[in-house]
């Protein structure tokens, strides 16, 4: 780590093999070539949200509590509390990320399969191994999309990357939670299934949704190819996260408290937002008395405003800088979102609306935050430990969620998110305090971080 801890995308500081780099700012491929960057992480969020798109019919057909319901969406998480540190560490040191890529889009493939299977015959062992399996899969080709897209583009951009990177791949959760319910009733009506128990009815919607998984690892095929070529036409190193990393740099992030607290907004902002659309459906239904398909649309709304305002809000982040009272703001916004549901009648889609934005938010301006301070050589197993954290939470909370539904009810469930993100607040001040103390740069703006940046590249030219 730098002495400075500032941003890393100074191309004068990265090391390794890299043999020519762009100037700052320029994407590392054509913009044609940027599209499976994108989108091949559209399967995993489709088939992720699988459950949420079903919930109702899910749990009547498998005769499920809340409880063992929310533990599909765990058991996504478990094996990830490590698996999401390891794959940051191999796509570091052993794969690279593009046979990292490809290898955990067709565990989403495997893990979606056997979900689908489990589901068809009636098993809910089997589902939950699917979802262990797809979650192997699932964060770790998450933290390959993030080395892509550090290693691909420099600076001022980075913050619209992410942005454009989570809208594509939400428009797959957005599909799926408007697609899967009409699939599944489209197959329930049809003569071949007349007879047939409503299990094996999802199971087929599942095997079709397993698709959308197919299509990631297209994707992760054709990006692989477009980062080879990039290596030959532009004679660059792979796309990975640079040096080899050491005992020792694993130690400095361990004991960085930036990265710990970037860890703490993380987890305590993601687990009110996914479990909550994950049990949202039942929650419309009952409190706002709305019929399937409108509850289903209402459920949808965070997914859609996210796809669609990700971009523009990662510009402006680009554009502003600030990183950490975008933070705040989110957060903020979150939090008066879940007031509403929790305190009020009011109708659902202005909060849903504004959760979707605030949402996007936070997203845009939180990841790119590791990469202002940590090294490019070390970016993968920060992002692997971040990753980690976040599904540590999201396990505990997964099931918690469902806990407190069924034996407390929704009201108590929305104030434990309340709780939470006030959590994420303090974090995020605490960390606006440290930044400030420290001069680490996590909250300048735009412009100042162009000057220093600058004045990096002076300093290089002259040494």
Request: glycine residues 8%; contains cysteine; hydrophobic residues 45%.
């Amino acid at each position: 780590m730098a002495s400075t801890e500032t941003t890393k995308y100074d191309s004068s500081e990265v090391k390794g093999d890299h043999e020519a780099e762009p100037s700052e700012g320029t994407p590392l491929l054509a913009n044609k070539d940027e599209e499976p960057e994108e989108l091949h992480g559209c399967g995993s969020y489709f088939c992720y949200d699988n459950a949420s798109a079903l919930q109702d019919d899910m749990m009547s057909d498998l005769n499920l509590s809340t409880e063992s319901y929310m533990m599909f969406y765990s058991m996504y998480s478990y094996p990830n509390v490590i698996l999401s540190f390891i794959g940051g560490y191999l796509i570091d040191k052993v794969f690279g990320v593009r046979l990292g890529a490809i290898i955990f889009a067709g565990f989403c493939l495997l893990g979606q399969l056997i979900f689908a299977t489990g589901g068809y015959v009636n098993s809910y062992i089997t589902m939950c191994i699917g979802r262990f399996v797809f979650g192997i899969g699932g964060e770790s080709l998450a933290v390959a999309q993030n080395t892509y897209a550090v290693s691909w583009f420099k600076g001022k951009e980075l913050n619209m990357v992410f942005g454009l990177q989570l809208s594509l791949a939400r428009i797959g959760s957005t599909v799926n939670m408007n697609a899967m319910q009409p699939i599944y009733d489209s197959i329930a009506k049809s003569s071949a299934f007349a007879d047939a128990p409503s299990y094996q009815v999802l199971g087929v919607s599942l095997y079709i949704a397993m698709f959308t998984c197919l299509f990631s690892l297209a994707c992760a095929l054709g990006l692989a190819f477009f980062d080879w070529r990039a290596k030959r036409i532009l004679k660059t190193s792979a796309a990975t996260t640079g040096e080899t990393i050491t005992l020792k740099d694993m130690k400095t992030l361990l004991l960085s408290g930036k990265l710990w607290l970037i860890c703490g907004i993380c987890v305590a902002y993601y687990v009110t937002v996914f479990p909550f659309v994950g049990i949202g459906l039942v929650f419309y239904e009952m409190k706002y008395q709305m019929p399937h398909a409108t509850a289903g649309i209402a459920n949808s709304l965070v997914y859609i405003l996210s796809a669609a305002c990700s971009p523009v809000i990662g510009f402006l982040i680009d554009k502003s800088g600030k990183n950490i009272f975008w933070v705040m703001a989110g957060t903020l916004l979150t939090l008066g979102c879940h007031a509403l549901f929790a305190f009020t009648f009011a109708t659902p889609f202005l909060p849903t609306i504004i959760m979707g934005v605030a949402y996007s938010v936070l997203a845009a301006s939180l990841w790119p935050l590791v990469s202002y301070f940590i090294p490019e050589n070390q970016l993968g197993t920060a992002y692997g430990i971040m990753q980690s954290v976040q599904n540590a939470g999201l396990a505990a909370i997964s099931q918690l969620s469902g806990s407190l539904v069924d034996n407390n009810g929704y009201l108590i469930l929305i104030t434990f998110y309340l709780v939470m993100l006030c959590v994420a607040m303090i974090f995020s001040v605490i960390l606006y305090l440290l930044d400030a103390a420290s001069g680490s740069g996590l909250n300048l703006s735009a412009k100042e971080r162009n000057r220093l940046a600058e004045l990096k590249e002076k300093e290089g030219k002259l040494n």
